[in-house]
């Protein structure tokens, strides 16, 4: 199997987890933001995670660095442009990045422009590659709550038009589901799709919760279901898609090793899984390499990842048009 020649969607991708060492560093500078360095392999090694942290806040540390110099319109632009050309030169076809609006306010930008920044990136990418995309807005739970209304209106505007979906990321705690039923309806009310990080840190109950309670027609990770037979059986039954990230869960010790990562199970079983980089700086890793390790680690065919291929082509949140597109590069 020619794992670069075949063609690839990733449907979880974080804007901020992806950022080149080399552009924080040419950003950072012309901004006149302080950085620890300006050595491209020292900002590499403080921008990817340990093989193994000790737990998902570990990793999300990773973020900060990136962060600080996406506080600007061209900035924001530029990133996201390299994100997609860095996809495209791999055979992805199709991307879905979700990052967070309300972290890059630091320098006076508004919801609109910050989210109209990334979704011109994109657009300047679908022009120059074969690749197309949109963007997941995502909602930061460490955050206060007291806009995510404005951050739903001002996504509202690229509804359709680069902006399809609602999420809510960052550190998982039991029971989270609960406080954020207003703001998922409020976005379903909109015309937002809904996926949302859950089932990550061992606790199946969330997903069976981000389903029932928030709506939410794909699940970020999910693995944890496995120790879960009602959010388990409530995936099948509604037909939720599971978007796996297999490095990036080795990393957050979601499993303890490969070999323990459920997907195989969960495919075998006709569960809707979906293979994605989750953030391809951090996790230091692409659509190619993921691909290969799911082949090999999972015992997969050619036809099973032709299969898989399709499974994310028709649970993306891409028009039907570019659907039809996705599946030609299979059929």
Do not use: W
């Not at 690839?8 to 302080?34: E, F, M, N």
């Not at 909602?139 to 359709?160: E, H, M, T, W, Y």
């Amino acid at each position: 199997m020619n794992f670069l020649q075949l063609p690839k969607i990733d449907l979880h991708c974080h804007l901020d987890g992806s950022v080149r060492p080399q552009t924080v560093i040419d950003l950072a500078k012309i901004q006149g933001t302080a950085i620890p360095s300006d050595n491209v392999d020292e900002m590499k090694a403080l921008m990817v995670a340990p093989e193994s942290c000790p737990n998902l806040d570990e990793y999300l540390t990773r973020f900060a660095l990136p962060v600080s110099v996406m506080q600007t319109e061209a900035a924001l632009e530029r990133i996201s442009f390299e994100l997609f050309e860095d996809a495209a030169k791999e055979n992805v076809k199709y991307l879905e990045v979700r990052f967070g609006p309300q972290l890059h306010r630091k320098q006076g930008l508004n919801f609109e422009q910050i989210i109209g920044s990334v979704v011109k990136g994109m657009r300047r990418a679908e022009a120059q590659y074969d690749i197309k995309g949109n963007y997941i807005l995502s909602i930061i739970k460490v955050l206060p709550k007291d806009d995510i209304n404005d951050v739903i209106d001002a996504g509202a505007k690229f509804l359709d038009n680069g902006v399809v979906a609602f999420d809510l990321a960052a550190s998982e705690e039991p029971g989270f589901c609960h406080e954020y039923i207003p703001y998922a309806k409020y976005a379903l009310e909109k015309g937002y799709r809904i996926t949302i990080h859950a089932g990550e840190q061992g606790v199946g109950q969330n997903v069976y919760d981000a389903i029932a309670l928030l709506g939410a027609e794909r699940i970020g990770h999910g693995i944890h279901i496995n120790s879960h037979q009602q959010a388990y059986d409530l995936v099948r039954s509604e037909a939720v898609a599971l978007e796996t990230c297999p490095s990036s869960n080795v990393q957050t010790k979601a499993v303890e090793n490969l070999a323990s990562h459920p997907f195989g199970d969960f495919y075998r079983d006709g569960l809707l899984v979906t293979i994605n980089t989750d953030n391809r700086t951090v996790s230091d890793t692409t659509m190619t390499k993921e691909l290969q390790l799911a082949v090999e680690k999972f015992n997969l065919t050619e036809q099973d990842y032709i299969n898989i291929y399709k499974i994310s082509a028709e649970n993306s949140f891409a028009s039907d048009a570019v659907k039809q597109h996705l599946l030609q590069f299979v059929d």
